[in-house]
């Protein structure tokens, strides 16, 4: 199973994802950026995230900023561009993709979110989940 992290701010979408990953991942949830950040850190210590689920527009650290953040981070500990957590932004709005590739984002889905658009994306970056 993948390990994933889910950041998104509304609840009931953040549950909708976890939902539709049941099956081939391991979640954790962020409910915004400061709480993403933690997660992400501790995750490190222990077995990375193969994923994180981003959402754009969040209260406090918004999805680019934390986007960013983690990348540098990566930078940081010598880890090449690339080869760092994947990373797909989830959005409402189509005008922050450019952005958010800039940023180091690996790919997009737009809410409404399409259950199998989704786990095609992440197939597509991790290959398929080991059930």
């Known amino acids: 199973m993948w390990k994933i992290l889910v950041v998104e701010d509304n609840i009931e979408n953040q549950m909708l994802l976890v939902e539709i990953l049941r099956d081939h991942a391991n979640c954790d949830t962020a409910s915004n950026g400061k709480e993403a950040i933690e997660r992400y850190n501790e995750s ?77 994306k992440i197939e597509k970056k991790l290959g398929p989940a080991n059930n």
Do not use: W
């Open 44 to 120: 490190l210590k222990e077995k990375p995230y193969d994923l994180i689920l981003l959402d754009v527009e969040m209260p406090e650290i918004g999805g680019l900023e934390l986007l960013r953040r983690i990348r540098q981070s990566e930078e940081a500990a010598d880890i090449p561009l690339g080869e760092g957590v994947s990373i797909i932004m989830v959005t409402a709005h189509k005008k922050p993709f450019l952005d958010a590739f800039y940023q180091g984002c690996n790919d997009y889905i737009i809410k409404p979110i399409d259950a199998d658009k989704l786990i095609q």
